[in-house]
């Protein structure tokens, strides 16, 4: 009995030890400010630019770093909507994006600094419009 509680143990462990996400390489730029604008104001399935503003602690405009965008819908089955850019003014990145469907989104966004550190922030959106039911009833 004490054997199966050892490997019971041991082969928990292991499980475990493979659910960790894996440390970035990057360091962590907590002290860097990111927010998120979309336009239009009131999201709207179709086109849409984001503005991502990044800014240090002495509210000085970040310009030089490298953003990755990922938009995912908060319910499973869709795809993933990916944009990226390289460079910004006066602190603001403007990313053209796509929402492909009404409903809940969350944006993550990646800011890798030019001295290799990065931030990732999520800003949870709710996009209008798609297939309206009740009006095809």
């Known amino acids: 009995m004490r054997y199966i509680i050892i ?26 400010n990111m927010t998120l604008a979309v336009e239009p104001t009131a999201p709207v399935v179709g086109s849409a630019t984001l503005r991502i503003t990044l800014t240090d602690t ?14 995912d819908m908060t319910h499973a089955g869709m795809e993933p909507v990916l944009a990226s850019v390289d460079a910004g003014q006066a602190g603001v990145y403007e990313v053209p994006f796509e929402w492909t469907m009404g409903g809940d989104w969350i944006v993550t966004v990646t800011a890798t600094l ?24």
């Open 7 to 32: 490997i019971t143990f041991v082969l928990l462990s292991v499980i475990v030890g493979g659910c960790r996400r894996s440390s970035s390489q990057n360091e962590s730029a907590s002290d860097i």
């Open 58 to 71: 002495n509210d000085e405009p970040i310009n030089d770093a490298s953003l990755e965008i990922r938009g």
């Open 114 to 137: 030019a001295d290799g550190r990065s931030v990732t922030r999520e800003f949870d959106l709710t996009v209008s419009g798609g297939m309206d039911m009740e009006s095809e009833s």
